[in-house]
């Protein structure tokens, strides 16, 4: 969805959008990032017969599938046959509202929270009854995932507007210390060993007198971010908690890096947000079209994207070894 007061901008491809319920690809637990598969059925199909917790997603119309419309039509067609020997067209049973239409394109990340436990562990991260986290299935830096809020009568709101709640904001904020913990632990895992400021702590770790507590370490999760796009591409409210590296396969255009580079970028911290804040406008601020300038050293590519992405992974390999 597009800001509330701006037409959509999206910050991912429309490939990415039609593909987002596709199940086996991860950013945690597998190693690092991998390129998405180029065949991408969407596996959300498999849960259009399930009930739907959402009234609102159900395939029926407020409108032709009214009772009294239904009566209506009734007499209508009555009184048709009795003015024409044509018999009138037989109106097509109204669907079932208990039937679950698919969770495709812009509404993808609604299966995670309609039942996250159809999905594997490569998938699903955890789930409980108001949250789900996921990996991301297009994740823009080497650890990416998404928590998914489950409150129906937030999930379907802009999160400028579903963030101004307080207590819903506080329980938002608090279950994204839990997944920055997770994201902080898996960085630990995969970089741990080549970086300097962990020296101290595995040498604790590897010694025959293991000592009671061991040396802090470095602060993964001073490398990690959180936050919302002012302009989310999918429907269902979802925040970002990613690595600060933006290095990843599917890191490919200038809108997935300023995504995440520019003020396009809330951060969590930052909500409720002032009504005059200038980034209730993306699309008026231009964000997503602004120079390209690397996170890590200020460096300006201008438009070169492709020299951006090499330097990038340059930044990668120093940061790991801080």
């Known amino acids: 969805m597009g800001s509330p007061e701006e037409p959509r901008q999206d910050a991912i491809t429309e490939e990415e959008i039609q593909g987002t319920a596709v199940p086996g690809h991860s950013s945690i637990d597998q190693g690092g990032p991998t390129t998405p598969p180029k065949t991408k059925p969407n596996a959300c199909t498999a849960l259009q017969y399930a009930p739907s917790p959402y009234p609102m997603l159900q395939n029926e119309d407020p409108i032709t599938d009214s009772p009294c419309l239904s009566v209506v039509s009734e007499l ?31 509404d993808g990340l609604g299966a995670y929270i309609y039942a996250p436990e159809e999905f594997p562990p490569s998938r699903v991260i955890y789930h409980n009854a108001s949250f789900v986290t996921i990996n991301d299935l297009y994740p823009k830096s080497s650890v990416h995932v998404l928590l998914l809020p489950r409150d129906p009568a937030k999930s379907l709101l802009h999160p400028f507007i579903a963030l101004e709640d307080p207590v819903f904001l506080a329980s938002v904020r608090e279950e994204a210390e839990k997944a920055k913990k997770l994201v902080a632990g898996e960085l630990r895992r995969r970089y741990g060993s080549v970086s300097t400021s962990e020296v101290a702590r595995r040498t604790a770790q590897e010694s025959e007198d293991l000592p009671d507590i061991l040396p802090p370490g470095r602060d993964w999760l001073r490398s990690i971010v959180c936050g919302i796009h002012a302009g989310p591409s999918m429907n269902h409210l979802h925040i970002h908690i990613l690595s600060v590296d933006r290095v990843s396969p599917c890191m490919k255009h200038r809108k997935h890096y300023n995504s995440f580079a520019t003020p396009f970028f809330v951060p969590l911290e930052d909500f409720p947000l002032d009504r005059l804040d200038e980034r209730r406008h993306p699309g008026r601020e231009g964000y997503l079209e602004r120079e390209l300038k690397c996170w890590r050293c200020g460096k300006g590519f201008s438009n070169k994207f492709g020299k951006l992405k090499a330097h990038l992974e340059e930044e990668f390999d120093a940061w790991k070894r801080e």
């Open 76 to 106: 209508m067609s009555s009184k048709s046959k009795a003015l024409s020997p044509r018999p009138s067209p037989r109106r097509p049973p109204p669907p079932n509202p208990t039937i679950q239409p698919p969770f495709i394109g812009r």
